[in-house]
């Protein structure tokens, strides 16, 4: 991976590592891969010593790729304590991955079901999609499908107008005359 890594995604990786305290002091090793954006390597039965090893395709890297697959690490250990436990799963995984921070938004998610106009248009909606995640995780605690909660409320809010936050206007100037 040294050849392949380069300062930018070297970059990206230290600001996305500083997001997962979990992971302080772990080694964990970052490989390459040309298959997919990204994998992770998960035990089945990990050890605080457990080997950790991600896998990323530098070419089309995202903070988003990079925070999946450090969460697929979290979820891994997490099988060892039950008080910070993130349940196994790719959905599960992108909405812990979008919860954890909002560097995690400059790509839509891989695995949640998305509606085409929340895809399309990922940026302007990014910031929502991440508060109904937060709100889904502690939804999580007394409803069983919180899931399934969250797709129908993302799909929600395709079907309202979107403002447009970024439209730029004239600015009218006094004139001394």
Do not use: N
């Not at 970052?30 to 395709?57: C, D, F, M, N, Q």
């Not at 939804?139 to 919180?146: A, I, N, P, T, V």
Request: aromatic share 6%; charged share 30%.
């Amino acid at each position: 991976m040294k050849r392949r890594l380069t300062r930018r995604a070297l970059g990206m990786l230290e600001l996305a590592l500083r997001q997962f305290p979990e992971l302080d002091g772990k080694r964990i090793t970052v490989g390459y891969t040309r298959t997919h954006l990204g994998s992770a390597l998960l035990l089945r039965h990990p050890t605080p010593e457990s080997k950790l090893t991600i896998r990323l395709k530098v070419r089309k890297l995202t903070y988003g790729t990079i925070g999946h697959e450090l969460t697929h690490l979290i979820q891994g250990l997490s099988r060892q304590s039950v008080a910070t436990r993130i349940p196994g799963g790719e959905k599960q995984c992108d909405v812990w991955t979008l919860a954890r921070s909002s560097l995690f938004c400059d790509d839509a998610p891989s695995y949640l079901r998305l509606p085409r106009a929340v895809r399309e248009e990922w940026p302007r909606y990014a910031k929502s999609v991440r508060s109904l995640c937060l709100a889904a995780i502690e939804k999580r605690k007394s409803y069983r499908f919180y899931l399934r909660w969250l797709e129908e409320e993302i799909k929600q809010l395709a079907r309202r107008p979107l403002r447009k936050s970024g439209e730029r206007k004239q600015l009218a100037l006094p004139l001394d005359g």
